[in-house]
């Protein structure tokens, strides 16, 4: 049986050192990458409360009162309860159908009809000179119908024009 010298064996343990060095280091490279996600989580349900703009100060002072209050599981449970329904409404949002649309209106609109457009997702186009994007339908026809416009469903199977050559 081969026996090992002092140098090999010194050889194998410090491979098995740096080995260990960078599963360490791997480590606290996840454990970091999980914070920072944790920490991105936590602003983005500051800004879904509706607190960015809430000064410093007070944002943290509110914090530690809220530290102070989710010991007890009545209140915990009633916060639970409130933000269950804030993100369930978001998923129903989520959820709602959008599909192409395009509105044509036989004059000029005005000025605050232009703003509504856009805030339920159309945008105008200057070449075809109508309205387009992804809406709800029914919304859309709404009150599109109240200022006399026609909407009109893109199909995505429909035949698209080509320039003649």
Known sequence: MARTTLAE????LEQQKARLAEEEARIRDQERKQRTRRL???GGLVDKAGLLDVEPNALLGA?????AEAGKPEVLARWAAEGG???A???AEKGRVKEPLIVIFPKPIARELTGQLRAIGLRWN??????EG???HDVVAKLVSAHAGTVRRVRADAPQ?????
Do not use: D, S
């Open 85 to 87: 329904k804030v993100f």
């Open 40 to 42: 991105i989580e936590t």
């Open 9 to 12: 064996r010194m050889n194998r």
């Open 89 to 91: 409404r978001e998923a």
């Open 161 to 165: 024009l080509v320039a003649a050559e």
């Open 63 to 67: 914090l530690i009162a809220v530290k």
């Open 134 to 136: 992804l809406g709800e």
């Open 126 to 131: 200057k070449v075809l000179q109508h309205w």
